[in-house]
């Protein structure tokens, strides 16, 4: 107690109480802004609960997203090391760009010809209905680099469906799990690829396995790092020709 009163007193001379100097304590701890420090009992925790509720419902996004974030501690850093080691992806990690509304220029892009990488990701936007602004940021993730990669990897996670031609339905987004899985690494993308089946019907099942799942895991394998692209200043090329640059077979 003595201890404590000899910290706060001084602080309360000069105006600020002890409720502050707690605040500024709990704060220090925070790597970026919304980080929410935890440790590996409650990632485990946290992990667990997030899989069974994704497994539950592959819709609900916040589950996926706390998933991916207590599961990627040997995957993250993969793949940083990744990007640090390619001199477009190295860019990126220095310059940290954001694919939101506010950084795009829809306008734009919606100009652009037919077939280039901008006109084919607004049109997917558009008709899916989903927003780039509802990827979550990171909250679990005890690196702010770290944080940085999967927060891109979220926001071009559309762009693998516009690349690999894939709608956002249950069949879609299996298909780029597979391809994310095996470009990845992350935990979160090969328990969506390996459960995620179970949703579909026989009739989806049967073009999975002999259509999309031999073309998917053929891509990922063969394709570049899918986090080395710097998108947004590739909007004008057509997406065959970057398909092509990144090793992504047309879809069958």
């Known amino acids: 107690g003595r201890a404590r009163l000899s910290h706060t007193e001084p602080r309360a001379r000069d105006g600020r109480g002890g409720e502050e100097e707690e605040e500024e304590e709990e704060g220090c701890y925070q790597l970026y802004p919304g980080h929410i420090p935890t440790s590996p009992l ?5 992990a667990a609960g997030s899989a069974f509720m994704a497994l539950y419902d592959p819709y609900r996004h916040d589950m996926v997203a706390v998933l991916g974030e207590t599961t990627g501690c040997l995957a993250l850093p993969n ?10 992806g190295y860019r990126i990690l220095q ?13 734009r892009l919606r100009g652009l010809p037919d077939g280039s990488l901008g006109r084919e990701y607004v049109r997917f936007l558009e008709d899916n209905k989903v927003s780039p602004d509802t990827r979550m940021p990171p ?14 990897y979220r926001e071009v996670h559309d762009l693998m469906h516009t690349l690999l031609g894939m ?18 690494g992350l935990p979160m993308c090969v328990l969506g690829a390996v459960f995620g089946p179970v949703h579909l019907s026989a009739r989806k ?21 899918i986090l080395n692209v710097y998108y947004e200043q ?8 970057l398909r092509e640059e990144i090793g992504i077979f047309p879809p069958p």
């Open 42 to 46: 409650q990632k485990a925790l946290l």
């Open 79 to 88: 793949l940083r090391d990744k990007m640090k080691h390619h001199p477009e």
């Open 95 to 107: 310059e940290r760009p954001r694919i939101r509304l506010s950084t795009l220029d829809m306008a």
């Open 139 to 152: 909250k679990f993730v005890d690196d702010e680099e770290l944080a940085y990669v999967i927060q891109r």
């Open 167 to 184: 709608p956002t339905n249950m069949l879609g987004e299996v298909v780029v799990k597979w391809f994310e899985a095996i470009q990845t």
């Open 205 to 225: 099942l049967q073009v999975l396995a002999t259509e999309l799942l031999p073309w998917a895991i053929r891509s990922g394998r063969n394709a570049s790092c």
């Open 234 to 241: 590739r909007w004008e090329q057509p997406v065959e020709s």
